[in-house]
């Protein structure tokens, strides 16, 4: 009885034994699952810590690309901006130039006008008084000529009709001519 007790004993704790072991390979199986599991929990919050790290780069880079494409937009505008200024600029300028240049033309051209008509006058006023001193010397030329012959004609009719004055004139024509063959006749000597 004692051996079969023993062996019971025997049985019981090797059933006991078996159990622990189970127990314990129980625990091991546990353990394995539960690091299995949290090895799997890490993996997917790894991956998933990945898959967020990731998307928040591509957010960051989506972020930094569209900030690139407003600077640039900003910038285009902005070059745009100052090449419609700078064209606007050179348009007054121009337009200024051209009216100065206009103004010139006009005053330069007024003063041609006024020089010209300037001259015009004065060529004008000199024509009618070389015209009136032509007419004032024909007239003077005329009243002299007029005056001429009349005392001409008026001492001619007093020579002819004197004849006391034509003697006593061809009396000193005589004279002068017989003093001059005498004053010849006197050199030659």
Known sequence: FIITQKKEETKQLEHKENIKKLEIQQVKVTEEER????????????????????????????????????????????????????????????FEYEKKSD???????????????????TQSFQEKMIKLQGEQRRESIKTTLSTLFSYLGSGAQTFFSSPKLM?????????????????RAGINI
């Open 167 to 183: 003697t006593k004139t061809a009396t000193f024509i005589a004279g002068c001519c017989a003093a001059i063959l005498l004053a």
């Open 103 to 121: 103004n010139d033309k006009k005053a330069i051209d007024y003063q041609m006008a006024r020089k010209i008509e300037t001259q015009q006058k």
């Open 35 to 94: 690091r299995n599991s949290r090895e799997h929990e890490l993996a997917i919050s790894k991956r998933k810590a990945e898959f967020n790290i990731q998307l928040e780069l591509q957010r960051d880079e989506e972020k930094l690309r569209k900030q690139q494409a407003i600077m640039e937009e900003n910038r285009r505008k902005e070059e745009e901006s100052i090449a419609r200024q700078e064209a606007l600029k050179r348009q007054t300028i121009e």
